[in-house]
Structure formats: structure tokens, C-alpha cells
């Protein structure tokens, strides 16, 4: 089974004199970012905690908003396309939640494997469309007006001579063709 590789540390060794370095310290890493998609001064961070921060350009020393609610490092973090005020996240935690900017917990937490969700994308042609891989292989696309249970595809890709399941790493829509591309570590 491939994993998602481990954070870098945010701390150790030997303790520090300055207060603020010792601030720092504590504060977990960061492990992916998004921007906002109408006003590129508001960023959000997934961290390795499970915790999601709404960041501003401006304000470096605190987060605007906390959303708390994955329970693993969260790996992927992508606002909608179509809804400014609503984004995504997926984790190690094996799932993927909906929040809304103005909400501190999630709208909706969406599960279709017993391992962790790696990458997402949202679909650029439909609202409520997106796609997610897992460390056991699987393809979804969602679309939570057909369903919020269940992915409307899941797929497995297996290699051709040794039958082992190809674990995908990424996942995109093509902005332009009713296409999703998924690639693994391997660049395959």
C-alpha cells in the first residue's frame, strides 16, 4: 500500500530561547493551499493537525477562520468553481467534507474507501461535480445532486502484467472536454 508521505517536522531538537521561535514551533505544517477564487487576498491551509485556517495576505500572525473536523492530515483543499463561499478538503482521515467560509464545521463529509483520500478536483462544467483518488486505488466522481452516499463512477486500474492495483496520486478535469486525467508517483 503506497502512503502519502509524512509532513516535514515543525519542531525538535533542542528548545529554543526566543519566544516567538517556540510559538512557532507548536503550530502544525501546513500541507496543501488554495487561494480563494474571487479575491486572491484570503487563502485556505489544510494541515497535517486535520484543521483547516481561512489565512489573509495581510494578516500573517492569525487565521481569519478555523475549521475543524478531519481527524488526519488533510492533503487537498480546493475552493468551488461556481460557489465562492464553499470549498473541499479530503484527508488521511478517509474522507472528503463540503464546508461553507461562514460555517467552522462541514456541510457534508463524504466517504467511499477505508483509506486515505489523496487529491480532488472539482468538475469546471458542473456545480456539483468533483472527482477524488485514495491510497486503495480508486477513482470517484461525485455528484452530490445524484448522490452523497455513493460516487457515480469508481474505478480501479490495475497493471496489465502483474495485476497489482495502480495507486493514483492526482486528479484533474480537463477545463476544455468532458475528460478526467488521474496520475500516479510513477508518472504513469
Known sequence: SHKKPPAAGTGGGA??????EAFISRMASGMC????????????????EGSVHKC???????YLETYQGHSGPVYKVAWSPFVSSAFLS????????????????AMLTLQSSADYVGDLHWSPAIST???????????????????TLDPIVSEKRVHP????????????????????????????
Not at 528548545?15 to 516567538?20: I, N, V
Not at 472527482?131 to 448522490?147: F, K, P, R
Open 129 to 147: 461535480c468533483f472527482a477524488s483518488v485514495t491510497g486503495d486505488g480508486l477513482v470517484n466522481i461525485w455528484d452530490m445532486s445524484i448522490s
Open 15 to 20: 528548545p529554543s530561547s526566543s519566544a516567538k
Open 56 to 62: 489573509s495576505v495581510s494578516y500573517n500572525e492569525q
Open 33 to 48: 493551499a488554495a487561494f480563494h477564487p474571487t479575491d486572491p487576498s484570503f487563502y485556505i491551509v489544510g494541515t497535517e
Open 161 to 188: 502484467e502483474t495485476k497489482a492495483t495502480i495507486v493514483p496520486w492526482c486528479i484533474r478535469f480537463s477545463p476544455n472536454a468532458n475528460v478526467v486525467v488521474a496520475g500516479d508517483k510513477s508518472g504513469g
Open 90 to 105: 479530503c484527508s488521511a482521515d478517509w474522507a472528503i467534507k463540503v464546508w461553507h467560509q461562514d460555517s467552522d464545521t
